[in-house]
Every structure is written in structure tokens, then in C-alpha cells.
């Protein structure tokens, strides 16, 4: 039988075929990643034989075989050159025709038989047959035939590349070089089986061996052709128009199946050249594209793309350059066929990624597994167990003076002096006003000279015996001196002094020289600024996690390298709203050691909550929101 692949399942005449059940060697995902790194140690080697080894050595690994054989065609036979297994003695040598390639021989009686050709530039090189009992996993199914069928296809295009490698070596030093190139280039290609890194890796592989303005790599999927990757680009924009031109022209070429050089737009050399320049022509030009080479991505299955590159100039690429071109397509190929294959499986990329790190962490030494089970419960501890305070931001900072004082005259009067202005920072009993005393002072003059005359005629009348004289003299000193401290304790009150220290709030106090006061009248405020308080708002997420005597920590815009400590002092039980939202009022008090905070100073404050880890924090917000949704959908 022949199975979608091409590769042809037959049992031996006359057995009965029970029922298929799977044969493959390990988990699809595994058998993928086998046939991965059984296609990387195919490109790897440049001789053909070793080649054939490789493939005989990795049928058995990818199936379950009991022998696995390669056979090459000689004249109209083919001829067994290689055997594993058990039977590998008695198919040594053995020569079968053709056409009986797919069924059993008689050293294979009893077995079934799988066969996959190996073509190398649509040559017969080789055939792959694998065999097994009957008894033991039962006729291969497709799955296993698609699996021998790519491990075949691989070699096919190793050993053409190998070929080509053996070609090149006798060129000179620079085709050495490219080879290189291209060996680097093929391992790039195969090792990955992501389907968009590889179309990135081609296309942009190709600038190390050509010279071109606009390469690009597409792919037929879903009926069309469409471009999935574009040199020097991350991503594809199918909206532009440049690039749905280029798309056109892709399919029109994958169209043909045959790779093609238009060396000259102008000067079209074959009939394909004439007939794309005849319907692309206004196109090529429009996006100056004057030579282009076109790769279709062809295998045994058909074209499944077209790997295509433009120059504005003519004769972009030289021959050698158009072999290596040739090379690439062959290897994106493969590589395209295998990262198809691979995105069908399944979970195929997460059990990729934990497999391969599973077994490169089985891989390390046992000291160096210590160390990391080490460091990873050291970070999880980190993370869960050491805990410092959660901050809850502060919205709209306002400094308030904690405490006021009104600076008031004791006497009524015109101020003729001030000796602060607004913003000054004054001591307790520091003058502040001043009122005219003119009249006060003379008569305060007067009273003391009236007190020295009584006091000089007492002493007069004291020294000529006349008590009563002195008596009287005695008496009026005594009343003028009272009325002279009366007078002074009155000019004294006319300089207005601070009852506290703190800061002038008042504005342009200096205004009121001239004005006339009156006793008790207010002339300026000043606010104790030792300590402050700080108004601000609390979002209502966070209010319930704010306790008043809190730590309030704040920093402002005039001296951001320091950080203020102050304590919550309130909570408001009912909520402001605005704009932004609504937030609860809360104040905090602030010392003020050397006045540096000031009111009016734009300020930033953070209430230091109780104490969470790092993954507390990670998961606060999360965990909150998913309990809303919970109670929305089950209460």
C-alpha cells in the first residue's frame, strides 16, 4: 500500500494484517524533536557516505524497527549496502529488483515493510526500508511513514548539499568561504522548529552570500500565497501595497516550480523571463526592481512557497551566488517541511520547552543542581519572607501651620514702622509693628523732669529742716514717677511684638504704615512652624489599610535628597470627591526642626501600612480584583 506521504507499507503475502496500532519510538513531540537533531547531524557531514550511515543509524532510533536496511540502485536492482538489526547478516549483499523494493524478501519473511526513497537533485540515490514482525507493533501506519519519509527527504538534501559542499571545496578560497557560510547557515536553519523563526532566519540568512534591495519569503497556506517574512523586517505588513505586489509576483513564480534569473528587466533572456516582465513589468518598475532571482521551496510533495529577491540594478547575482541560493532553498525546505510538521503536535512548544529543560537540568552535575535548588529556595524565602511596610500614596499634599497666633496692638494709634515682611520667620517677642509715640514720649519727658524738680525740692527742704516741705515734695515725686512708668510701660506698648515665634502669613504687611489702629484690631498673623500639618488624600482602595499614628514619610520639591517623618494624626470618616476620583481627607503632623518645610511647598507623602513580601505585593492587586469578580458572578 502507499501511504499520503509517498512511502509504501506492505506485509508479506498471505499473512493477515492485524489491527495498526502506533509504532513510533516515543511521544510524537520527542519523534519531532529526534527528527530535529537527526536532520542538524545530517547537515552536519559533508561526505555522503557517512551520510548513509547517519540515516541507517537514525531510522531505528525514530521507529520501532527490527531492521532497518539502505539499498542502491544499480542498473534496474538495488542493491543492499547497509544494514542494523537483526536480520542486517542476511540482507548484506542482497540484491531485489526495483519494483519489488516495498515488499518483503524472503530473508524478511514474516515482516512488514516500510520504504522511503532518498533523491538528491531528482536522482534516486538510495532507498531506506525498515521492517518488523508482523507480531511485535503490527504494519507501520502513515504517522510512521510521514516520520521515515522526512528522515529520507533529510538525507536527500544532505547529501545535495554535501554534494555541493564536495563541488565547492575544489573552487577557490572565496567558494570555501561561502560554504562555510552555508554550513553555518543550515545549522541556523534546523535549529529551531518555530515556523516564523525559521522564515525570518532564511531570508535573512541570504544577505551573507547576496547582495540585495528586497528579499522576502512566502509560503502557500490556505490557498494562497502569502509573504510571511521580509529581510531586515521584524514583522509583515500585508496592507502595504509594495508588499502585495511582491506577494503577486511570488505566487506567479511558485506558480512555475522552476527557479528562475531575470538578470536584465529590460533584456529578458527565456521565455519565463519575458512572460514575468510582460506581466509584471509597470510593477517592477514602479518598485525599481531591475533583476530578481526566484527560489520555489519544492520537495517531493510539491512547492510549498518561494523564496524571492529584487536589486534595483541588473546582474545582482553571479552564478556562484545563485548555487549557494539554491543550497538555502533546499535547506529552508526541510527546515519549513519539519517546523509544519511540528506546529500539528499538539502542546508541541510547551512540552518542548519543559522536556528540554528537564533533561538540561538532569544533565548538570549533582553539586551544581544543589546550587541552584540552593539559590531557588533562597529566592522564594527572599520573596515570601522578607516583608518591609506597604506605602499608600498621599493625593495633593497641603501644608497647614499647626498653630496661629494674631498679632494685635494694646493702644490705639498710627503705624509709622514694620519690621517684617511676609514670610519672615520671627521669634517670641520679636518686634513686629510700630506706633507714632511722639506726643507719649514728650510727655513722658516731661513727667520725669517733673520728678526730678520734686525730688531736688525735697531733698532742699529736707537740708533747711522743713519736714512739711519735704513731705509735700516727697508726695508729688512719688505721683509724677507713677505717671512716668505709666508713660513708659505705654511707649513700650508701642512696639506690636510677636506672641510666638513662627512665620508672618499675613500678606504686604508693609502696607499698613500710615494706617491708624486701633486697640485690638488685627494686624498680622503669624503661624508656629516648628511643627506642621499636612492635609491630603487617601483613594478609597487603600483607606482601609491607613490607621491613624501611622509613620508619614515626605519629601518635597525644594529638598528632594530629604526625607521628613511625621504620624498620621486623622482619618475623615466621609469621602471628598472630584475629577480624579473619589479619596478620603487624613492629616499628619510634621516637625519642623530649622524651618525648612514651608507652607505652600509642593510635597510628596507616602503612610507606611503594615508590613508585606514581595510576592504579597506581586499578587495584591490580582488577588483583589479576582475576589470582586468572584462575589459578582457567584453572589
Request: net charge negative.
Amino acid at each position: 500500500m502507499c501511504d499520503s506521504t509517498g512511502s509504501r507499507v506492505t506485509t508479506v503475502a498471505g499473512d493477515a494484517l492485524s489491527t495498526p496500532t502506533p509504532g513510533l519510538s516515543a511521544s510524537p513531540a520527542a519523534t519531532l524533536l529526534a527528527l530535529q537533531e537527526a536532520t542538524i547531524d545530517l547537515f552536519a557531514s559533508d561526505d555522503a557516505s557517512e551520510i548513509a550511515g547517519k540515516v541507517l543509524s537514525w531510522a531505528p532510533r525514530l521507529l520501532a524497527l527490527e531492521t532497518a536496511s539502505l539499498w542502491v540502485p544499480g542498473g534496474d536492482d538495488l542493491e543492499c549496502r547497509g544494514a542494523l538489526g537483526a536480520r542486517r547478516e542476511q540482507l548484506a549483499g542482497a540484491r531485489i529488483p526495483r519494483s519489488a523494493a516495498a515488499r518483503a524478501t524472503a530473508a524478511e519473511d514474516g515482516l512488514t515493510v516500510l520504504t522511503a526513497d532518498i533523491t538528491a537533485d531528482g536522482d534516486l540515490v538510495a532507498v531506506l526500508r525498515g521492517s518488523r514482525p508482523l507480531s511485535g507493533s503490527g504494519v507501520f501506519t502513515d504517522a510512521e511513514g510521514e516520520v521515515l519519509h522526512r528522515l529520507a527527504g533529510a538525507a536527500g538534501a544532505a547529501m545535495e548539499h554535501a554534494r555541493q559542499l564536495g563541488a565547492s571545496r575544489r573552487a577557490a578560497d572565496e567558494s570555501a568561504r561561502d560554504l562555510a557560510v552555508i554550513t553555518e547557515m543550515s545549522r541556523e536553519i534546523t535549529a529551531t522548529l518555530d515556523l516564523d523563526r525559521v522564515l525570518r532566519t532564511v531570508v535573512n540568512l541570504a544577505a551573507r552570500m547576496l547582495d540585495f534591495d528586497r528579499g522576502a519569503v512566502a509560503l502557500y497556506e490556505h490557498g494562497a500565497c502569502d509573504i510571511r517574512a521580509v529581510a531586515g523586517a521584524d514583522g509583515v505588513d500585508a496592507r502595504s501595497d509594495a508588499l502585495q505586489d511582491l506577494a503577486v509576483r511570488a505566487a506567479w513564480a511558485a506558480g512555475t516550480g522552476e527557479p528562475f534569473y531575470l538578470s536584465d528587466r529590460d533584456d529578458p533572456a527565456s521565455d519565463a523571463e519575458r512572460t514575468f516582465v510582460q506581466v509584471f513589468g509597470e510593477d517592477l518598475e514602479r518598485d525599481g526592481a531591475e533583476s530578481g532571482l526566484y527560489l520555489p521551496l519544492r520537495d517531493e510533495e510539491g512547492v510549498i512557497g518561494i523564496l524571492l529577491f529584487e536589486a534595483g540594478r541588473t546582474g545582482f547575482a553571479s552564478e556562484r551566488q545563485r548555487e549557494m541560493a539554491a543550497i538555502l532553498a533546499a535547506q529552508a525546505t526541510v527546515a519549513v517541511r519539519n517546523a509544519q510538521l511540528y506546529r500539528q503536535v499538539p502542546l508541541a512548544d510547551t512540552l518542548t520547552a519543559l522536556s528540554a529543560k528537564r533533561e538540561a537540568l538532569l544533565a548538570l552535575p549533582r553539586r551544581r543542581r544543589m546550587v541552584y535548588a540552593a539559590t531557588f529556595l533562597a529566592v522564594i524565602a527572599a520573596l515570601t519572607l522578607i516583608r518591609w511596610p506597604l506605602r499608600v500614596t498621599g493625593k495633593d499634599p497641603v501644608f497647614r501651620p499647626l498653630w496661629r497666633a494674631e498679632v494685635r496692638p494694646t493702644l490705639a494709634g498710627v503705624i509709622d514702622r514694620v519690621f517684617v515682611r511676609e514670610g519672615a520667620l520671627v521669634e517670641l517677642g520679636a518686634p513686629v509693628f510700630h506706633l507714632r509715640d511722639d506726643e507719649l514720649r514728650a510727655e513722658w519727658e516731661a513727667a520725669v523732669a517733673a520728678r526730678s524738680s520734686a525730688e531736688r525740692a525735697a531733698a532742699i527742704a529736707a537740708a533747711n529742716g522743713d519736714a512739711a516741705g519735704e513731705q509735700l515734695q516727697r508726695i508729688r515725686a512719688n505721683a509724677v514717677r507713677r505717671e512716668a512708668e505709666l508713660l513708659d510701660k505705654q511707649l513700650r506698648s508701642a512696639v506690636v511684638r510677636s506672641p510666638a515665634a513662627g512665620m508672618i502669613l499675613t500678606p504686604r504687611p508693609e502696607e499698613r504704615i500710615g494706617s491708624y489702629a486701633e486697640a485690638g484690631d488685627l494686624l498680622a498673623v503669624v503661624g508656629r512652624t516648628d511643627s506642621l500639618e499636612v492635609d491630603f488624600g487617601v483613594e478609597q482602595h487603600d483607606v482601609a489599610r491607613v490607621r491613624v499614628g501611622d509613620e508619614v514619610r515626605l519629601r518635597v520639591s525644594a529638598l528632594p535628597q530629604r526625607t521628613f517623618s511625621g504620624r498620621l494624626t486623622s482619618v475623615a470618616p466621609l469621602p471628598e470627591s472630584g475629577e480624579s476620583g473619589v479619596w478620603y481627607p487624613a492629616r499628619a503632623v510634621f516637625a519642623n526642626d530649622g524651618s525648612l518645610l514651608r507652607p505652600g511647598m509642593e510635597a510628596y507623602a507616602r503612610v507606611l501600612t503594615d508590613r508585606a513580601s514581595v510576592l504579597g505585593r506581586l499578587t495584591r492587586d490580582p488577588v483583589r480584583a479576582l475576589r470582586l469578580l468572584w462575589w459578582r458572578i457567584w453572589s
